[in-house]
Nanobody, 116 residues
């Protein structure tokens, strides 16, 4: 079955960096575009970044453009989100997403907290 397992979250000071990872299994990873979302308490889930199946095309939310980088390794079935210059407003639970078979699959999420 489809599984997405996120890791790499934690507590970081403003201006710091974190690298999130998502390990995927149960489907042909190399033909599926992948996404990172985030959600803070009381807010809707927000699309943060998207990467095409081959990795050649990426898109970012305006709020993270220039600070976050999405990448993937199709030999290891993983997708990453490198987050630099973190701000308190980046605090959220971050989710890996795979659009498959006319539905969305989600991981369990990893918490990122940016605080001094």
């Amino acid at each position: 079955q489809v599984q997405l397992v996120e890791s790499g979250g934690g507590l970081v000071q403003p201006g710091g960096s974190l690298r999130l990872s998502c390990a995927a299994s149960g489907f042909t990873f190399s033909i599926v575009a992948m996404r990172w979302y985030r959600q803070s308490p009381g807010k809707e889930r927000e699309l943060v970044a998207t990467i095409s199946a081959a990795g050649g095309t990426t898109h970012y939310a305006d709020s993270v453009k220039g600070r976050f980088t999405i990448s993937r390794d199709n030999t290891k079935n993983t997708v990453h989100l490198q987050m630099n210059s973190l701000k308190p407003e980046d605090t959220a639970k971050y989710y890996c997403n795979a659009p498959l078979y006319n539905r969305d699959y989600w991981g369990q999420g990893t918490q990122v907290t940016v605080s001094a």
